[in-house]
């Protein structure tokens, strides 16, 4: 089968395609021929070995996927780190997700870890209550497109979007912002409150780091909370001081996805059935993002850390 391999870590020169044994599924297994892989900015990371589980090499990058399994049954299916861009993959069953009629392959990629992750954010980290302001970072990617959506349905009074350029900041009011923020302005913590009519704001979610997540807890209201998902500034945000937390009664909490998976009651699993519902009745849109061939790998990474992209980004294992 043709795959994408990494054999040396860094930057997304390191991605090859090349050709490699079909994988062997276990006992349990699902091998599914893959239609298009999902590609996540935790992919750029994992490339450089900067992730938050380290990698190991040789390696195939990806934990997503989307296809038939051998009985022809649709699936999305979320990897156990790694093996998601190339024409085969194996799923363990309870990582795999039945796609419903009405969705796309390239919705339920949007879905399955950006669905799920903004899903996961809203109703378990910050639990957000109805008439919050939310203010969602980088507002026009994956993530972020779905949370301006979810945060609206599930009780925000006013959603702030906060992206790079006037036409991604415009794709958030068609979303459903009520207000943007360019992400380069010189104090955030000002322009937050400037786009809140002059009042600290309830909820962040936040996948940047360094700068914008000091800017952004300092903006929040008493008993107001950020979600850090991610570090895409590839700079760490100050130290949190215990005392400040308690100063203003603010929670600063994390979330990596796949701890969701061990949580009672079948959390992921929920998501992605109330996620595809909304997506199938049409009361939530999936950005659709640029799709590369397989071969061109490189170039979706390039693209993605130049923050040149919309929505979600995919591979066409066919191309």
Known sequence: MRAIQITEFGGPEVLTLTELPDPEPGPDGLLVDVT???????????????????????????????????DGRRVVGLLPGNGGYAEKAVVEPGMAYEIPDGVSDEAALALLVQGATAWVLLRRNVRVEPGETVVVHAAAGGVGSLAVQLARRFGAGRVIAVAGNESKRELARELGADATVDSAAPDMTAALIEANEGRRVDVVLDMVGGRVTDESVRALAPFGRLAFYGMASRELPSPVQPANLMRFSTTVSGMWLPHAHLLPG??????????FALVAEGGLRHVEGRSYPLSEARRAHEDLRGRGTVGKLTLDTSA
Not at 38 to 51: I, K, P
Not at 267 to 275: K, P, W
């Open 266 to 275: 079948d959390v992921v699993g929920t998501a992605m059935r109330e996620l």
């Open 36 to 70: 298009r892989s999902g590609v996540n900015y935790a992919d750029t990371h994992q490339a450089e070995n900067s992730y938050l589980a380290p990698s190991r090499l040789p390696m195939v990058p990806g934990a997503e996927i989307a296809g038939r399994t051998a």
